[in-house]
């Protein structure tokens, strides 16, 4: 935990829980059975303040009804489990499959009134959630042709997924000024895209 309590403004708290479980089970002296769970959960405070810089009509408008203040959770759940087993003396079986699943919120409140004339935080608002998830497969076998030499043969699955309300309608380039047209985003829409990969390794392990 994290505290900046000696500003007003900015990063005010940063505070992190990570808790996790894990449980095997031998039912067998050659077989493993495992399962595990992790949650991890990050809470932060930020605080800002709106402003408009003076003209020459009017003063500044710098006051500390104008401050607003956004809150922002991230949870992140991940399950896991396997099998470790030696189906006969030259032959060793790994299996486990996980998922990594992620939520992200931000709530946005103005911290003044409305009532006050200057009033400039009109647009503070909640943001939609943004999530991800993350699968994770594999198969893998090993034979041991002696004690410290032993190939290996692996199998893996991956996919990923996300939900992000700001890169969603975002395309590799974007004018956002028409009476300029300078400014785009080179794939910035798509720096961490969805996927499924289908992986398959061939090693070659030798203990010292």
Do not use: C
């Not at 992140?76 to 992200?104: Q, R």
């Not at 590799?172 to 028409?178: A, E, G, M, T, V």
């Not at 390794?201 to 010292?208: D, I, K, Q």
Request: aromatic share 14%; hydrophobic share 35%; charged share 20%.
């Amino acid at each position: 935990q994290d505290d900046y309590n000696r500003s007003s403004y900015g990063l005010l708290k940063d505070i992190r829980f990570n808790y996790t479980f894990e449980l095997a089970y031998l039912p067998h002296p050659d077989v493993s059975l495992f399962a595990n769970y992790t949650r991890e959960r990050y809470k932060s405070l930020q605080r800002s303040r709106q402003r408009t810089p003076p003209t020459a009509t009017a003063p500044v408008n710098d006051s500390t009804n104008n401050d607003w203040e956004s809150n922002l959770r991230d949870i992140v759940d991940t399950w896991g489990a396997g099998v470790d087993a030696t189906v006969m003396p030259k032959m060793i079986v790994n299996a486990f499959y996980s998922l990594s699943a992620a939520k992200n919120s931000i709530y946005t409140r103005a911290m003044g009134s409305s009532a006050i004339s200057g009033f400039l935080v009109t647009t503070a608002q909640n943001y939609p959630d943004t999530s991800n998830r993350w699968h994770q497969g594999a198969v893998s076998v090993k034979f041991p042709l002696t004690d410290r030499l032993s190939p290996k043969f692996e199998y893996r699955y991956e996919k990923y997924s996300r939900i992000d309300f700001q890169l969603e309608r975002l395309s590799q380039y974007i004018n956002l000024d028409p009476s300029t047209a300078t400014s785009i985003f080179l794939g910035v829409g798509s720096d961490i895209p969805g996927y499924d990969a289908h992986i398959l390794a061939v090693s070659l392990e030798y203990r010292f």
